[in-house]
C-alpha cells in the first residue's frame, strides 16, 4: 500500500508546512507587556484625502490630524476652546474685527518657527477653490471670499465664472511675525472658538511650491506642528498603518508615549476582534453589534459617552404632503416615535433618545428642550392626528439612504406610525444621501427624510445655522423663519459667548416649535482599550487625547 | 504551439477593449454623484464641486472621457481617483497582496484538495472516503463569510488568548506568509472541497479503464500504475477546474479580503464600486480580465503536455 502511505506523508509535509511558518514568524510580532518604544495602535477609517487641515473633513483624518497639527486652539473636557498656539485672540466691539496673536516657540518638524503668516497662508490656500480644498467654504465668513472665488453667473448653464482677479482673502493681515488680524463679512461671538476646527491649521513655508499649489511631498511625509510628527512616509490608497513618533521639541507639552501607530481597517468587526486578541489599542467606534460584548469584555476599559451626532428626521415643508407641510401633523408623527425604545433595541444603545437639536455635548445644550412634541404618547399623538385632518393622509413616505444603516430604524419609525397613528407607512430606500438631495431638489420627495449632523466646532450656532438657517447648507427642508435667523444673528453679534448662547437657544426654541426637522436620536461615543495603555481619554470630536494616553 | 499561443493573445486584445468599455460604461451608469459623494451627508460647496468635475472631465460626454482614459492608459497612466490617489499607486500595493492570497489558496486547493481525492478515491466505499465526503459536504455547506469570521475568532482570538499561541494573526499582512494561511484557507474552502470530489471521482473512473487493467496485469509496481497512467490521465479536468478558478480566486476576494483586513484588490474592487472611484474600478476589472486569459491561456497549453493526444497547429 505504498500510495496511501504516500498520501499520508502529503498530508503530513502540509501540516509540517503549516507549522514552520507559524514559528518563522513569530518572533516579529512584539510581546504583549511592550517595552516603551512599541507603538500604541489606533483604529482608524482610511483617511479620504492627505493629511492637510483644510483638506480633512471625515474622522479617519482628523484623529490622525489631532496627533500631527495644533491649531490656534483646542477643547478642554466641557468642549469650550482653551488657547494652544494662539496668545491671545481678541475681538472689537461688532465681532467682526479678530487680532490674533501667538505664542512663541511653536515649530514645525523641518525646524522653522511657527508664524502668522503660516496661518495667513495656508487660510488663503484652503479658501482658494482653484485649489479644491474640502473645507474652503468655512473661509466664506472672513472677507474677500468672494472676489477670490467669484460666482459662476448661470450655476449649472455654459457659462464659466470669471476668473479670480486675487489669491489672498482681503480679510486677513499679517501684522508681524506673532499677529494678524481677520475681518469677518459680518459678527461672529463664536470666531474663537471655531479656530481649533482642522480647516484653520496653519501650514508651513516649506508646504508651498513655487506655482502656490503644495508640494508632492506633502501628501505623504506632510511637515506638521503637532505633538507628533510621520514617522515614516504614508502612502495613501496603498498603507495600512501610518506610523507618527513623538515630536520632543512640542512646546504644548510632551506626550506620555513615543510612537503611535494607526492602522486603517475597512470593517470595524474585524477591528474588534484585533483589539480583543490584543493586536489593537485604541478602538474609538465599536461596532453596534459588538457593544453590549464589549461592556462584558472590557469593564472599566470600556467608554460610553455622548457624541456630537444628532439625527433627525426632516420633513419636505414647502412642497411636501399635507402631513409635511403642516407642523402639527408633524409634530403628531414626532409624538408617535418611541424613542427610547429604538435606541435602546434597534440601536442596542449606540444612540440615546433626541430632546433637543443640540448635543448633549455642547455648551447650550438643555435636557427636555423639545418639550411634549419628543415624549412618545401615542394616545396624544393620534387626538393630534385626527383633529389636524390626519385622516385624511393615504400614505406617509420616509426616504432614507441605504448604504449607512438606516434601514432598521427607519422601518422600525414606520411601525410607530402605523400602529399610532393608523396611517400607511411606506419607507423608501435610496441608494446615497446625495441621491435623497436630487429628489428633493426635484421636488419629488413627499414625506420625511433622515438627517445626521456632526459638529465642526462646539457651539450651538454649528447645529442651528448649517440644519436650520435660511440657505443653510444642511437646510434641506428650506425652512425658513426671519425671526431665527435674526436670533442667531444677535447671538453672534452679543459680547460674550454665554450672552450668545442664550439667543442661540431662544432660537433654537422656534425650531423645535415649528418641528421641520424633528430629534430623533443622539449618536453615543462607544469606545473601548486594551490592557496595554491606561489613561485613555477621547476629547468632544472622538480623537484620541495623544498626549495623555500612557502605557500601562 | 507557440502560433497558437500568439493568436490567443492576439484574440486577447479586443476582448479587453471591449470588457474596458463595457465596464466604463456600466460604472458612469451607476446612479449618484461620485463628487457629492465625497461629502457623505454634508452637501459640498459648489464650487468645490465644479473644481473636481472640471478636473475629471465629469462634464464631458462618455464617449470622448473614455477616449481620455485609453489615451492615458497607453501612456502609462491609469489616472487618479476622485481623492487624489493614482490608480497606479493603488495597484502597486494592492495586486501583490491579492496574487499572494491566491496563490496562498492556490496552493491549499491543490495540496488538500488532491490529497483527499486521491485517498477517498484509493479508499472507495470504506470509512476514510466516507469520512472525506463528509468534511467535503461541511466545507461546501458553510458559507466563506461564516467561516472567515469564525476560523477568525476561534483560531485568530481565543487562540491566542487561551494558549498565548499567536499563530493566526487576526487581520492584516503585516506578519508576511503566516497573515495569509487563515484567508488563504477561507477563500480555498469551496474549491477544496469541489477539487477533492472532482479527483475523486475522476480518478474512480480512469482506475476502471482497461489501460490501468493492462498495466497491472503487465505487473507493473503498483506506484507507477497511479503516478504514470492513473493520476496523469485525471488531471485534465482538475487543471481546468484550477486554471479557471486563479481568475474567480483573484475577483472573488472581496469577503475574505475585508474579514481579514488584507489591503488587496478585492477589498478595493469593494470599496471602489461603493464610492463610485471609476477610474479604479475600470483599472483592476482590465488587469482581471488579462489574469483570466493568461490562467486560461496556460490551462489550453498543460493540455497538450499532459495529453500527447491534443495538438495545437
Redesign the interface.
Known amino acids: 500500500m505504498r500510495v496511501t502511505n504516500g498520501a499520508k506523508i502529503a498530508a503530513a509535509s502540509a501540516l509540517l508546512a503549516l507549522a514552520v511558518a507559524a514559528c518563522g514568524g513569530g518572533s516579529s510580532s512584539p510581546g504583549a507587556s511592550g517595552s516603551a518604544d512599541t507603538p500604541v495602535r489606533v483604529y482608524i477609517s482610511e483617511p479620504q484625502n492627505d493629511l492637510i487641515g483644510g483638506n480633512t473633513g471625515e474622522s479617519g483624518g482628523a484623529e490622525v490630524l489631532k496627533a500631527l497639527y495644533a491649531g490656534l486652539v483646542d477643547y478642554n473636557d466641557k468642549a469650550e476652546p482653551q488657547l494652544e498656539i494662539a496668545e491671545s485672540i481678541e475681538h472689537d466691539a461688532t465681532n467682526t474685527n479678530w487680532t490674533i496673536k501667538i505664542k512663541p516657540g511653536y515649530t514645525w518638524s523641518d525646524g522653522t518657527p511657527v508664524t502668522a503668516q503660516n496661518f495667513v497662508d495656508a487660510w488663503n490656500f484652503t479658501a482658494n477653490s482653484a485649489n479644491a480644498q474640502q473645507l474652503g467654504s468655512y473661509f466664506s465668513i472672513v472677507k474677500g471670499y468672494d472676489a477670490l472665488n467669484p460666482a459662476d453667473p448661470d450655476e449649472d448653464g455654459p457659462k464659466t465664472a470669471p476668473p479670480a482677479t486675487t489669491k489672498t482673502l482681503e480679510g486677513l493681515k499679517v501684522v508681524d511675525d506673532s499677529t494678524f488680524t481677520v475681518e469677518l463679512t459680518h459678527p461672529f461671538s463664536g470666531f474663537e472658538t471655531a479656530l481649533g476646527y482642522s480647516a484653520f491649521f496653519p501650514l508651513p513655508k516649506a508646504a508651498f511650491g513655487a506655482d502656490g499649489k503644495l508640494v508632492a511631498a506633502e501628501s505623504t511625509s506632510p511637515i506638521t506642528n503637532g505633538p507628533f510628527k510621520i514617522a515614516k512616509p504614508y502612502k495613501r490608497g496603498t498603507d495600512q498603518t501610518i506610523s507618527v513618533t513623538r515630536n520632543d521639541s512640542f512646546k504644548g507639552g510632551k506626550a506620555k508615549v513615543a510612537n503611535i501607530d494607526y492602522k486603517i481597517y475597512t470593517d470595524p468587526e474585524t477591528a474588534y476582534n484585533d483589539l480583543l486578541a490584543g493586536n489593537l489599542d485604541v478602538m474609538d467606534t465599536l461596532p453596534a453589534s459588538q457593544v453590549a460584548n464589549a461592556k462584558a469584555t472590557f469593564g472599566n476599559r470600556y467608554i460610553e459617552g455622548p457624541s456630537s451626532g444628532v439625527g433627525w428626521l426632516g420633513f419636505n415643508i414647502k412642497t411636501g404632503g399635507v402631513y409635511a407641510t403642516n407642523p402639527e401633523l408633524r409634530k403628531a408623527i414626532s409624538m408617535s416615535i418611541d424613542r427610547k425604545t429604538i435606541t435602546q433595541t434597534v440601536f442596542s444603545g449606540t444612540r440615546t433618545a433626541a430632546d433637543d437639536n443640540i448635543s448633549p455635548l455642547i455648551p447650550g445644550y438643555r435636557q427636555g428642550a423639545c418639550g411634549e412634541a419628543c415624549n412618545y404618547d401615542p394616545a396624544a399623538a393620534k387626538q393630534l392626528w385626527e383633529s389636524n385632518g390626519g385622516s385624511a393622509v393615504k400614505e406617509v413616505t420616509l426616504s432614507y439612504n441605504a448604504d449607512g444603516g438606516h434601514k432598521e430604524w427607519i422601518e422600525a419609525v414606520a411601525n410607530n406610525l402605523r400602529t399610532n397613528l393608523g396611517v400607511a407607512v411606506t419607507p423608501k430606500p435610496y441608494e446615497k444621501f446625495a441621491a435623497i438631495l436630487d429628489d428633493l431638489g426635484a421636488k419629488k420627495v413627499q414625506g420625511a427624510f433622515r438627517l445626521a449632523w456632526l459638529m465642526d466646532w462646539p457651539l450651538p450656532d454649528d447645529y442651528l445655522r448649517p440644519v436650520f438657517g435660511t440657505g443653510g447648507s444642511s437646510n434641506y427642508v428650506q425652512y425658513s423663519n426671519k425671526q431665527f435667523d435674526e436670533l442667531l444673528n444677535k447671538g453672534d453679534a452679543a459680547p460674550t459667548l454665554d450672552e450668545a448662547i442664550k439667543f442661540y437657544q431662544q432660537a433654537d426654541d422656534l425650531a423645535l416649535k415649528d418641528l421641520a426637522y424633528v430629534p430623533i436620536y443622539f449618536y453615543q461615543l462607544n469606545a473601548a482599550y486594551s490592557q496595554n495603555v491606561k489613561n485613555v481619554k477621547l476629547d468632544p470630536f472622538e480623537a484620541l487625547d495623544v498626549l495623555n494616553i500612557e502605557k500601562a | 504551439m507557440g502560433r497558437y499561443a500568439i493568436r490567443r493573445l492576439l484574440q486577447a486584445i479586443p476582448v479587453l477593449v471591449g470588457t474596458t468599455f463595457l465596464i466604463f460604461v456600466i460604472v458612469y451608469a451607476l446612479?449618484?454623484?461620485p463628487i457629492?459623494?465625497?461629502?457623505?451627508?454634508?452637501?459640498?460647496?459648489?464650487?468645490?464641486v465644479?473644481?473636481?468635475r472640471e478636473?475629471f472631465h465629469l462634464n464631458d460626454p462618455l464617449l470622448l472621457r473614455y477616449w481620455y482614459y485609453v489615451r492615458g492608459v497607453f501612456s502609462g497612466d491609469f489616472g487618479t481617483?476622485y481623492?487624489?490617489?493614482p490608480v497606479t499607486?493603488?495597484f502597486?500595493?494592492?495586486f501583490g497582496v491579492t496574487f499572494q492570497l491566491a496563490m496562498t489558496a492556490l496552493i491549499m486547493e491543490a495540496?488538500?484538495g488532491l490529497?483527499l481525492g486521491?485517498?477517498a478515491a484509493?479508499?472507495r466505499g470504506r470509512w476514510e472516503d466516507q469520512a472525506v465526503l463528509g468534511f467535503t459536504l461541511f466545507l461546501v455547506s458553510i458559507p466563506p463569510l461564516v467561516m472567515g469570521?469564525v476560523l477568525?475568532?476561534w483560531l485568530?482570538?481565543k487562540l491566542?488568548?487561551n494558549t498565548g499561541l499567536?499563530?493566526f494573526?487576526?487581520?492584516?499582512?503585516?506578519?508576511?506568509?503566516?497573515?495569509y494561511?487563515l484567508p488563504g484557507f477561507v477563500l480555498a474552502c469551496t474549491s477544496i472541497a469541489y477539487l477533492t470530489r472532482l479527483t475523486r471521482t475522476s480518478l474512480v473512473e480512469v482506475l476502471r479503464a482497461d489501460y490501468i487493467r493492462t498495466a497491472v496485469a503487465k505487473g507493473m509496481s503498483?506506484?507507477r500504475v497511479?503516478g504514470r497512467h492513473a493520476l496523469r490521465n485525471s488531471l485534465i479536468p482538475l487543471i481546468t477546474y484550477l486554471g479557471a478558478d486563479l481568475g474567480s480566486l483573484m475577483g472573488g476576494a472581496v469577503i475574505t479580503e475585508?474579514?481579514?483586513?488584507l489591503?488587496g484588490i478585492g477589498?478595493q474592487l469593494f470599496?471602489s464600486v461603493?464610492l463610485r472611484e471609476n477610474t479604479v474600478v475600470v483599472g483592476i476589472v482590465t488587469v482581471l480580465v488579462l489574469v483570466y486569459i493568461l490562467a486560461n491561456l496556460v490551462v489550453d497549453m498543460l493540455y497538450a503536455v499532459l495529453d500527447p493526444r491534443i495538438r495545437y497547429e
Open positions: 446612479p449618484g454623484d457629492a459623494a465625497l461629502g457623505g451627508d454634508r452637501r459640498l460647496d459648489p464650487a468645490y465644479a473644481v473636481l478636473q481617483t481623492r487624489g490617489v499607486q493603488i502597486q500595493g494592492k495540496v488538500i490529497g486521491l485517498l484509493l479508499r469570521f477568525q475568532l485568530g482570538v491566542k488568548l499567536d499563530i494573526p487576526v487581520a492584516g499582512n503585516a506578519e508576511g506568509l503566516r497573515s494561511l503498483r506506484r497511479l475585508t474579514i481579514f483586513n489591503p477589498q470599496n461603493y
